[in-house]
């Protein structure tokens, strides 16, 4: 048949007509003897077929669903990482750090005397002065006493100076900005050159959900 189609069209290309050669009743005859002798052959061989289309609910949720499997697979542990390598990224920074001090006091000496007051005033508390006229005027004044007519020596302090313990400096200090972390991985088994299909699978949950009807191509016998 496909030379009788290719003779056919070279004739046309040349621009002969088919007529001049008497090939009309020719072809004609021939085509009809090769579709009587293809139709038998399919009728033979029971290769007569139709093919029909019809919807099917896939869910979005696979647990809803049938995978049929075409090629089966081989079983391998797969190496799955969970979390990648990590590398470390930082930066320098110039840093000042100040002088570390701390204050000592000064200390100084004094002489003060304390004036105490009879009994029916005990009301008013002893008094120090650090003159010994006042004391003296203070306990005229009030029948007092001088307790320490010589006097004690106090020692107070007089200032503070500061004691530097370290002093200020600046210095380059490396600062990051993200730490370095090792990849974690896990193995898993894992189904390596499986081949197949999602079919519909519970009926009950046909168009319920999240999901999409595709047209799946059926082919069956003529009879069918």
């Not at 400096?169 to 894992?190: L, M, N, P, S």
Request: hydrophobic share 35%; charged share 25%.
């Amino acid at each position: 048949m496909r030379y009788l189609w290719i003779l056919t069209i070279i004739l046309s290309l040349t621009g002969v007509s088919p007529d001049s050669f008497s090939l009309v009743s020719y072809m004609k005859d021939i085509i009809h003897r090769e579709l009587e002798k293809t139709g038998a052959e399919l009728h033979h061989e029971g290769t007569m077929t139709s093919v029909t289309t019809r919807n099917m609910w896939i869910s979005e949720n696979e647990e809803n669903n049938l995978w049929v499997i075409d090629v089966q697979g081989t079983p391998k542990e797969v190496y799955i990482v969970d979390s990648p390598e990590r590398k470390e990224i930082s930066h320098y920074e110039r840093v000042h750090h100040e002088a570390v001090t701390h204050q000592e006091p000064v200390y100084g000496e004094r002489r003060y005397w304390t004036v105490t007051f009879p009994a029916y005033s005990s009301v008013v508390a002893p008094e120090t002065y650090y003159s010994y006229d006042e004391a003296l005027s203070a306990a005229g004044a009030r029948d007092g006493n001088i307790v320490n007519p010589a006097g004690d020596i106090e020692r107070y302090i007089v200032s503070y100076n500061t004691v530097v313990d370290r002093e200020a400096y600046d210095e380059t200090v490396k600062v990051i900005d993200q730490y370095a972390r090792a990849e974690v991985g896990h193995y898993e088994t894992k189904i390596l050159g499986e081949i197949g299909h999602w079919e519909q699978g519970n009926e009950e949950l046909v168009g319920i959900g999240e999901g999409q009807y595709i047209s799946k191509m059926i082919r069956g016998g003529a009879e069918e």
